[in-house]
C-alpha cells in the first residue's frame, strides 16, 4: 500500500497524507484502514487503480466516490448532478441570518442533489418545502438524499422548469441557478466544463438569463414580507442591480462571500444588519 500511496502522491504532485485520503476515499475506508490490511486482492486493485486513472483524467472525487459532504451532511453525488460548493453552506448561513420571521413554506428552485433543501429542513423543521429541478437525474439524486435523512414528509419534490405546475405561494424562495456567462464556460476547469451538467452552470449569454426569470415569476409567488434568496456571479451585480430596480418595488441587498466576493442577493423583506 505503501507504494501505491507514494505514487499517488507523485502522481498528483501532493503530500503523502493527502494521498492517503485520496486512496482511503477510494476505498472507502478510514485513512488508517489502507495499512490495517495490507493484501489487497487483484479485484481491489483493478478497481482502485480505474478509480485513479478516473482521478487524473479530471472526474471530480466526488463522482468517483458517489458521496459529497456538505455542512453536516454526507450526500450521494452521481455524474450529471451538480456537486455542491463551499460557498453554497455559506449562502444558507446567510438566509437564515437575513430571513425575518420562520419562514412555514419554502420553494428551492433547481435543488441539484438536495443540498439546500435539505439544509434548510433541518434549520427550519416546521417548513414544509417544495424542491424542483429540471433535470431527471437531479431528481433521482435528491430524492436518495431526501429518504436518507428521512424528510419525505418534509419535502416534495417537483421534476419542472422553473415555476411550471405550482400553485401556492411561499415565505422563501431560494436558488442557487446557472450563472456563468456562455463565454467564460471555456475557461472553467476541466474537471467542471467536462463533468458537470451544462444545464446546471450555464447563465446565457450574460449568466443572468436564469435569475431575471426566477426574480420577474417569482415575486408571483412570494407571501407578503417573504424573501427571494440568490446566488450570483460577482460580474453580474451592476447588470442584476439595475434588473431589480426596474422591475421590482421590494428592496434588495448584495452579501458579499467569505472571500469579499458579491455573490448573494436578497429581494424582498430581510433583517438588516
Ligand atoms: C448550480 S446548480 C445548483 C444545484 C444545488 N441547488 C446546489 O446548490 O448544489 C443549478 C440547478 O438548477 C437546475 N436547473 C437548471 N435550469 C432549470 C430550470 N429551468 N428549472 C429548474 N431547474 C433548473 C439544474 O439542473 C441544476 O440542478
Same mark, same amino acid.
Given at each position: 500500500m505503501k507504494e501505491i500511496v507514494k505514487q499517488v502522491s507523485d502522481d498528483f504532485k501532493i503530500s503523502s497524507g493527502e494521498a492517503e485520503l485520496i486512496v482511503a476515499s477510494l476505498l472507502e475506508k478510514p485513512r488508517f484502514g489502507i495499512y490495517f490490511d495490507n493484501r489487497m486482492d487483484i479485484n481491489t486493485k483493478k478497481i482502485l487503480n480505474m478509480k485513479l486513472i478516473q482521478l487524473k483524467n479530471g472526474v471530480p472525487i466526488e463522482y468517483i466516490t458517489k458521496k459529497v459532504q456538505f455542512r453536516n451532511f454526507l450526500l450521494r453525488i452521481y455524474p450529471g448532478v451538480f456537486i455542491p460548493r463551499l460557498e453554497t453552506e455559506y449562502f444558507i448561513e446567510l438566509i437564515e441570518k437575513f430571513? &425575518? =420571521?420562520?419562514? !412555514?413554506k419554502i420553494l428551492e428552485i433547481g435543488? *441539484? =442533489?438536495g443540498a439546500i433543501c435539505i439544509t434548510l429542513a433541518t434549520i427550519f423543521p416546521k417548513a414544509k418545502i417544495i424542491a424542483t429541478d429540471i433535470s431527471q437525474n437531479a431528481i433521482n439524486c435528491v430524492l436518495e438524499n431526501i429518504e436518507r435523512y428521512n424528510l419525505t414528509e418534509q419535502i416534495n419534490l417537483l421534476h419542472c &422548469?422553473?415555476? !411550471? *405546475?405550482l400553485t401556492t405561494k411561499f415565505d422563501l424562495i431560494v436558488t442557487n441557478p446557472p450563472y456563468i456567462p456562455r463565454a467564460r464556460l471555456k475557461s472553467l476547469p476541466k474537471s467542471v466544463k467536462h463533468f458537470e451538467p451544462i444545464l446546471a452552470i450555464n447563465g446565457g449569454t450574460e449568466g443572468v438569463q436564469f435569475i431575471k426569470k426566477l426574480i420577474q415569476q417569482g415575486k408571483d409567488y412570494l407571501n407578503p414580507g417573504g424573501l427571494i434568496a440568490i446566488e450570483v456571479d460577482e460580474t453580474e451585480v451592476k447588470i442584476l442591480q439595475k434588473f431589480v430596480e426596474m422591475n421590482i418595488s421590494a428592496p434588495f441587498y448584495f452579501k458579499k462571500d467569505l472571500f469579499g466576493r458579491f455573490r448573494y442577493l436578497f429581494v424582498g423583506n430581510f433583517k438588516n444588519e
Open positions: 430571513v &425575518n =420571521s420562520r419562514p !412555514e435543488t *441539484g =442533489s &422548469n422553473m415555476f !411550471e *405546475g
